[in-house]
């Protein structure tokens, strides 16, 4: 997509940041969306979830630029089914398997116990997710 490569550039760095912080202005402003419902403002919750599909929109674009490098989370390739599952497995199976319990960890040394637990639903979610998709690319050689 772009006329020279992106690699060990400051933009793809930048790629990278941006991608992380739209996806991330997302998941808040649909949180956020969440507790004005809750507290009886639905048109501000309507205006933080058009503001929400936004972020997301841009997110989607930084990844267009960032196809060619790799994904962000986990530098594979990805665009095809096959690398997409490939990808999102690399990244689930290092979210279940290594960071979560990482956090848990950590958070119950420092007396978390509430953050703990948390961080350790997670990891099962994770790992969940994981084999959905393994069976997701085992079906993959049945197509």
């Known amino acids: 997509m772009c006329s020279k ?3 060990g550039s400051q933009t793809l760095q930048n790629l990278r940041d941006a ?4 996806c991330m202005a997302k998941a808040r402003y649909e949180y956020f969306a969440q507790r004005a419902d ?5 048109e501000i919750a309507a205006a933080f979830r058009q503001v929400a599909q936004s972020e997301e929109g841009q997110a989607l674009g930084h990844l267009e630029f960032l196809q060619e490098i790799g994904d962000p989370v986990s530098n594979q390739p990805f665009g095809s089914t096959i690398d997409n ?3 999102a497995i690399i990244g689930e199976d290092h979210d279940g398997n290594t960071m979560y319990p ?4 950590v958070a119950r040394e420092e007396g978390y116990q509430d953050v703990a637990s948390w961080f350790e639903t997670l990891a099962e979610a994770e790992r969940i997710q994981l084999r959905r ?4 690319m085992e079906t993959m050689g049945d197509a």
Do not use: N, Q, V, W
């Open 5 to 7: 490569s992106l690699e």
């Open 19 to 22: 991608f992380a912080g739209e």
């Open 38 to 42: 809750i507290e009886g403002y639905t």
């Open 85 to 87: 599952l490939t990808s």
């Open 102 to 105: 990482e956090f848990a960890k």
């Open 133 to 136: 998709f393994k069976r997701a």
